[in-house]
């Protein structure tokens, strides 16, 4: 039986995090990275200190492109976490078609390409991350259309391509966040008093809080070890108890 330490420790192994300069994702990062892992940050932006790749995660040519890199780089890539997303919000009625298919491009496709070219490389196993949503699960409020059935194809497609490479060991999960206090919140809500927005989810919340971004990154770091060898096209629900409302 592994010691707690070495079912944590991922020394050797290779990451890469999609939409790793900043919230979640940077969370991500740093928590692999403590742990001992070589962790590739796939964004549109640098991260000082770190090994990053441009990449626009939509463009089949990117991520073909990003994990060559990486395997060149590193030798080898044991975990992909799919986390890059975006969370626009416009009703039906007033939605266009390129608002429809710019959401389904970054948050489905993204997911789709990244867990195929992860997938060809894994020779020995590895763990692919998914990040989803608990709009995966339950819409959490109107306008967000688009976003639900992303992230609703998020967790259809973890599924499936789970029963598929199982035989390979590799394990494929997804992690479903409630709110998560980051950058893309704070843009999104320009203007408004965050403070009286973060009071006001944080009554919603069982739990009593917003989230944070160590909380997702911590339940990544689970799944990317060896302490969550036995599980595979399962979702894990990281809000706080909101769903449970």
């Known amino acids: ?53 441009k990449t626009d995660v939509g463009s089949e040519e990117d991520m073909v492109n990003l994990v060559k890199q990486t395997v060149e780089r590193f030798g080898s890539l044991d975990i992909m976490v799919n986390n890059a997303g975006i ?61 639900d059935a992303s992230k609703h194809g998020v967790w259809g497609f973890s599924k499936n391509f789970a029963l598929e490479v199982a035989p390979k060991n590799i394990r494929v999960n997804v992690i479903a966040p409630g709110g998560v206090n980051t950058e893309g919140v704070a843009t999104m809500m320009a203007g408004a008093d965050m403070k009286k927005v973060i009071s006001d989810f944080a009554a919603r919340v069982p739990l009593g809080r917003f989230g944070e971004p160590d909380d997702i990154a911590t339940a990544a770091l689970f799944l990317a070890s060896d302490a969550s060898s036995y599980m ?11 769903l449970l409302k």
């Open 232 to 242: 595979t096209g399962s979702i894990m629900v990281i809000d706080g108890g909101v």
């Open 87 to 147: 969370f626009p919000s416009k009703l039906v009625m007033d939605m266009d078609l390129e608002f429809w298919e710019k959401t389904i491009h970054v948050n489905l496709r993204s997911v789709f390409l990244g867990s195929r070219e992860a997938a060809k490389v894994m020779k020995y196993g590895g763990s692919i991350i998914n990040i989803g949503s608990i709009d995966s699960i339950h819409p959490s409020m109107t306008g967000l259309a688009a976003y």
């Open 1 to 53: 039986m592994k010691t707690i330490q070495e079912l944590f420790d991922l020394s050797g192994k290779t990451a890469i995090v999609t939409g790793g300069a900043m919230g979640i994702g940077f969370g991500i990062v740093q928590r692999l990275a403590e742990t001992g892992a070589n962790v590739v940050i796939a964004d549109l932006v640098d991260k000082p200190g770190y090994f990053c790749v």
